[in-house]
Nanobody, 114 residues
Framework: QVQLVESGGGLVQAGGSVRLSCIVRGTIFSINAMDWYRQAPGKQRELVAGIGSSGRTNYADSVKGRFTISRDNTKNTVYLQMNSLKPEDTAVYYC????????WGQGTQVTVSS
């Protein structure tokens, strides 16, 4: 079974930065496309950013120019660098393969204060 372990969240002021990490175990990481999602209180989970096995990236309009997804295949890890954070970025952030595994890790909470 694929294991997804997110980390790096915390409390940050608006305009600040946070870097999230997701370690993936139980699969050949390098061949998997990976996505970051987030779920804010009372809202549905939404796709934030994705990165293909070739390194090609895509972003939700709401985070373009502020967030950067990257991967290190030697560490089986995908990252999400989040800059210029806004209070509306407050959410639990999850990573998953693309397509998803059908289950989720514990996620990591990011709280942006105004």
């Amino acid at each position: 079974q694929v294991q997804l372990v997110e980390s790096g969240g915390g409390l940050v002021q608006a305009g600040g930065s946070v870097r999230l990490s997701c370690i993936v175990r139980g699969t050949i990481f390098s061949i998997n496309a990976m996505d970051w999602y987030r779920q804010a209180p009372g809202k549905q989970r939404e796709l934030v950013a994705g990165i293909g096995s070739s390194g090609r990236t895509n972003y939700a309009d709401s985070v373009k120019g502020r967030f950067t997804i990257s991967r290190d295949n030697t560490k089986n890890t995908v990252y999400l660098q989040m800059n210029s954070l806004k209070p509306e970025d407050t959410a639990v952030y999850y990573c998953n393969t693309s397509p998803t595994q059908g289950y989720w890790g514990q996620g990591t909470q990011v709280t942006v204060s105004s």
